[in-house]
T-cell receptor
Framework: EAGVTQSPTHLIKTRGQQATLRCSPI?????VYWYQQALGLGLQFLLW???????NRGNFPPRFSGRQFPNYSSELNVNALELEDSALYLC??????????FGPGTRLTVL | TQLLEQSPQFLSIQEGENLTVYCNSS?????LQWYRQEPGEGPVLLVT?????EVKKLKRLTFQFGDARKDSSLHITAAQPGDTGLYLC???????????FGGGTRLMVKP
């Protein structure tokens, strides 16, 4: 069974641009979560989507947004990129409530 | 903010030694997960503990959830170089479904 997949693997952007990151959950999972892992800051919760709706949001500015599609895949959009947005962005999926399984991540570099 | 204190931050030991990693919080969690992460990759689930006082074993790894579901420990017996990596504990809250991560323990096992 395929695990959580994320694309792209790496993404390089400049300040002020927008980035779009994609995630496909494990088959049968309806919940998708996004986390940011910045150097020295650990894993920080960003967003939780379930059944197409945003269910919870971490302490991040509104320029971090996303959506979940009918097939349960998800996009994370980061607008007006700043240098400190450089990080590994991790997607996880789970059943409605359950253990979260992580994808390999997207490394975003903002120059 | 729910905090999860993980210790030690760094651990360098010789092959064959035993070690214990601790996660402590003042909050009660509905469950707690332990993950292992390699550089540039996503965290890989090791175990989920749900019941207070629960003990789970995975080969040379022993995981314990505190009676009050506020703390957990990971004990590795006879560590091997292949155990080298970043170990993360993460507490789950049913209400928000987000994971609160500890700061991680970077383990190096020298041959």
């Amino acid at each position: 069974e395929a695990g959580v997949t994320q694309s792209p693997t790496h993404l390089i952007k400049t300040r002020g641009q927008q980035a779009t990151l994609r995630c496909s959950p494990i088959s049968g999972h309806t919940s998708v979560y996004w986390y940011q892992q910045a150097l020295g800051l650990g894993l920080q919760f960003l967003l939780w989507y379930d059944e197409g709706e945003e269910r919870n949001r971490g302490n991040f500015p509104p320029r971090f947004s996303g959506r979940q599609f009918p097939n349960y895949s998800s996009e994370l959009n980061v607008n007006a990129l700043e240098l400190e947005d450089s990080a590994l962005y991790l997607c996880a999926s789970s059943l409605r409530i359950g253990t979260q399984y992580f994808g390999p991540g997207t490394r975003l570099t903002v120059l | 903010t729910q905090l999860l204190e993980q210790s030690p931050q760094f651990l360098s030991i010789q092959e064959g030694e035993n070690l214990t990693v601790y996660c402590n919080s003042s909050s009660v969690f509905s469950s707690l997960q332990w993950y292992r992460q390699e550089p540039g990759e996503g965290p890989v689930l090791l175990v989920t503990v749900v019941t207070g006082g629960e003990v789970k074993k995975l080969k040379r790894l022993t995981f314990q959830f505190g009676d009050a579901r506020k703390d957990s420990s990971l004990h590795i017996t006879a560590a091997q170089p292949g155990d080298t990596g970043l170990y993360l504990c993460a507490g789950a809250h049913n209400a928000g479904n987000m994971l609160t991560f500890g700061g991680g323990t970077r383990l190096m096992v020298k041959p």
